[in-house]
């Protein structure tokens, strides 16, 4: 048991993230290491707020609801030529709970992105990874992880507003795959960053949605259970565009985020009676999730160039307290 717990906490925690990708080269600036500088002017998510609606082609409807003030800028995904690029990614997760543990995961990525139509389309693959545990036991564990994670890809498909049309992953194995698979379908922005709709000035905000019906579902299928939303399948995501900075000759808009949530579900999950019949168990779970990312977007394709995220998540489930604490920060190397 605490074989799998491990296992799926460090790549439901850190896999994704290594999707989340910034550029840095001679003409842009270096990323700042996450535990460097805090992130400040994060927005504010009021308790209980309501996640945009989806529109008809199942895409969040982004809403702006301040303008901001001064010189607007029109943030969105553009490319004219397919680029590639090579980046590292480091994630710290610490969970307490009934399965304590710590460890620090490292990867390198290729990543290329190139124009179709009036989309963008990203293939990100993994193609080395180490991770390192707080303990012995959980060591075997992580390195089955992360041979399970060697050569995964994902292909996914970007609107202008950098929403998610449609993603695929290919590779890897074990539970790693299984979660790749099940996070597939989740709509989280290009490197958990939405571009506004319009143009913006500096103090803007607007809000996205990030959706984690689909990938739980996909997961409880998978180990053979189902999985039934009471509240909160949604969550809102708000972004404040901070200001625009000019490095080495490159713009940059920085934009703050935050995500504060509250779900309730109820697991149905197949065990075994005394009289070695099947029969269905039903458990409810109540989580809660914060966190607040930066990024640091190059105004000219819209493509984030630095993402550092922190995320607090706290579950219950039949009066066990889990918590697990995430940090991570990714940049390109070559």
Same mark, same amino acid.
């Given at each position: $048991?605490?074989?799998?717990?491990?296992?799926?906490?460090?790549?439901?925690?850190?896999?994704?993230?290594?999707?989340?990708?910034?550029? *840095? /080269? *001679? /003409?842009?600036?270096?990323?700042?290491?996450?535990?460097?500088? !805090?992130?400040?002017? &994060?927005?504010?998510?009021?308790? *209980?707020? %309501?996640?945009?609606?989806?529109?008809?082609?199942?895409?969040?409807?982004?809403?702006? @609801?301040?303008?901001?003030?001064?010189?607007?800028?029109?943030?969105?995904?553009?490319?004219?030529? !397919?680029?590639?690029?090579?980046?590292?990614?480091?994630?710290?997760?610490?969970?307490?709970?009934?399965?304590?543990?710590?460890?620090?995961?490292?990867?390198? +990525?290729?990543?290329?992105?190139?124009? %179709?139509?009036?989309?963008?389309?990203?293939?990100?693959?993994? %193609?080395?990874?180490?991770?390192? &545990?707080?303990?012995? #036991?959980?060591?075997?564990?992580?390195?089955?992880?992360?041979?399970?994670?060697?050569? $995964?890809?994902?292909?996914?498909?970007?609107?202008?507003?950098?929403?998610?049309?449609?993603? #695929?992953?290919?590779?890897?194995?074990?539970?790693?795959?299984?979660?790749?698979?099940?996070?597939?379908?989740?709509?989280?922005?290009?490197?958990?960053?939405?571009?506004?709709?319009?143009?913006?000035?500096?103090?803007? #905000?607007?809000?996205?949605?990030?959706?984690?019906?689909?990938?739980?579902? /996909?997961?409880?299928?998978?180990?053979?259970?189902?999985?039934?939303?009471?509240?909160?399948?949604?969550?809102?995501?708000?972004?404040?565009?901070?200001?625009?900075?000019? @490095?080495?000759?490159? @713009?940059? &808009?920085?934009?703050?985020?935050?995500? *504060?949530?509250?779900?309730?579900? #109820?697991?149905?999950?197949?065990? $075994? /009676?005394? +009289?070695?019949?099947?029969?269905?168990?039903?458990?409810?779970?109540?989580?809660?999730?914060?966190?607040?990312?930066?990024?640091?977007?190059?105004?000219?394709?819209?493509?984030?160039?630095?993402?550092?995220?922190? +995320?607090?998540?706290?579950?219950?489930?039949?009066?066990?307290?889990?918590?697990?604490?995430?940090?991570?920060?990714?940049?390109?190397?070559?």
């Amino acid at each position: $048991m605490r074989k799998l717990a491990v296992a799926l906490a460090v790549v439901a925690g850190g896999l994704l993230l290594a999707l989340g990708c910034t550029k *840095e /080269n *001679e /003409n842009q600036p270096s990323a700042t290491k996450p535990d460097s500088t !805090p992130i400040q002017d &994060a927005p504010a998510v009021a308790q *209980e707020e %309501e996640a945009p609606p989806l529109k008809a082609d199942g895409t969040p409807v982004v809403k702006v @609801e301040r303008p901001g003030s001064g010189k607007k800028l029109q943030l969105a995904l553009s490319l004219d030529k !397919p680029v590639t690029w090579r980046y590292t990614t480091t994630v710290d997760s610490q969970q307490t709970g009934p399965t304590t543990f710590s460890s620090t995961t490292e990867m390198r +990525q290729t990543v290329t992105a190139k124009p %179709e139509e009036d989309q963008v389309v990203v293939t990100i693959a993994i %193609e080395d990874v180490k991770m390192k &545990a707080g303990d012995p #036991e959980s060591q075997k564990t992580l390195d089955e992880v992360a041979a399970g994670m060697q050569g $995964m890809k994902t292909v996914a498909r970007y609107d202008k507003q950098a929403q998610t049309t449609s993603t #695929e992953t290919s590779g890897g194995r074990g539970v790693a795959a299984m979660m790749a698979q099940a996070q597939s379908g989740v709509s989280s922005g290009l490197f958990g960053v939405v571009l506004p709709p319009e143009p913006v000035a500096p103090g803007a #905000e607007w809000v996205g949605r990030y959706d984690m019906t689909k990938a739980l579902g /996909n997961m409880a299928k998978a180990s053979g259970a189902s999985v039934k939303y009471l509240r909160g399948g949604s969550h809102p995501i708000r972004y404040r565009f901070v200001e625009v900075r000019k @490095e080495n000759g490159v @713009e940059l &808009a920085v934009i703050t985020f935050a995500v *504060e949530g509250v779900s309730e579900t #109820e697991f149905t999950v197949p065990t $075994m /009676n005394p +009289q070695g019949q099947t029969t269905p168990t039903k458990v409810t779970t109540v989580s809660r999730i914060s966190g607040k990312g930066e990024a640091h977007v190059d105004v000219k394709t819209g493509i984030p160039i630095y993402v550092k995220l922190e +995320q607090t998540s706290q579950a219950e489930t039949q009066g066990v307290k889990t918590t697990t604490v995430v940090k991570s920060v990714t940049k390109r190397v070559s």
